[in-house]
C-alpha cells in the first residue's frame, strides 16, 4: 500500500494542481510564519517556507509523503506580495506594466529520512495596459490572493507580454514536472495503473 500524501497547503490552486496525478491525498493548513527575515532574498524565503511548511505538516504525519510549496514573486529584488484588496491590486498592476517579475517556486518534499527541495523560476514580462483595463480585468478575475494580481490559468493572461520557464505549472503554485520527478524518486510510480 502505497504511503499517504499530505499537501502542506490550502491554496486551492496547488490542490488543483496536485490533483492532475489522480494520487489520494489529504490537505493540512500548515501555519508557518510567512514573514520574510531581514536581508533575505525572495528565492530564499520561498525555499525555507517551502521546507518549513512541509516540517511543520511532517510533525504530525511522520510517515506520509508530505508536500509544502511557496511562491515568491520577485521585482528587481524585492518581493512582490499579495494584494488582499481591490486598490492594492491596481497600485501593483500599475507598477508591473512593462516589466519583468520572477516567481519563484520553491517545493519541498518530505518522506522518513528523506527530504528533496528544488526552486523553479519563471520569468512573466507584463503588458503596458491602461488604468481602465486593469480595473476592468481586476473586477472580473478578482486575483486579490495572486502575487502579481493575476490569474495566469484565467484571464490574467491578457495581462502578460512572455512567460518563461521550465515548468508552465510553477507559475499556478506547484511545480509539477519536478514534483513528479521526485515522487518518483521516492518510489511513487505514476501515472499509476
Request: net charge positive; proline share 7%.
Amino acid at each position: 500500500m502505497p504511503p499517504l500524501i499530505v499537501l502542506a497547503s490550502t491554496s486551492p490552486y496547488r490542490r488543483q494542481l496536485l490533483e492532475r496525478l489522480r494520487l489520494p491525498f489529504e490537505v493540512q493548513a500548515p501555519k508557518v510564519d510567512e514573514t520574510a527575515l531581514r536581508g533575505e532574498t525572495p528565492m530564499a524565503t520561498a525555499r525555507r517556507l517551502a521546507g518549513a511548511k512541509a516540517r511543520r505538516i511532517a510533525e504530525n504525519f511522520p510517515h506520509a509523503i508530505v508536500i509544502g510549496s511557496d511562491q515568491i514573486a520577485d521585482l528587481d529584488g524585492a518581493p512582490v506580495g499579495k494584494p488582499l484588496t481591490h486598490e492594492a491590486a491596481l497600485r501593483q498592476l500599475m507598477s508591473l506594466q512593462g516589466r519583468q517579475v520572477v516567481f519563484h517556486t520553491a517545493l519541498a518534499v518530505l518522506w522518513q529520512a528523506r527530504s528533496l527541495e528544488a526552486c523553479v523560476d519563471t520569468q512573466v514580462r507584463f503588458r503596458t495596459l491602461d488604468r481602465d483595463r486593469l480595473d476592468a480585468y481586476l473586477r472580473l478575475d478578482r486575483p486579490y490572493d495572486c502575487a502579481g494580481s493575476a490569474k495566469i490559468e484565467s484571464l490574467g493572461i491578457c495581462l502578460v507580454e512572455s512567460v518563461n520557464s521550465q515548468d508552465p505549472t510553477a507559475l499556478v503554485g506547484l511545480p509539477m514536472i519536478e514534483l513528479t520527478s521526485m515522487l518518483a524518486q521516492l518510489g511513487v510510480a505514476l501515472p499509476r495503473i
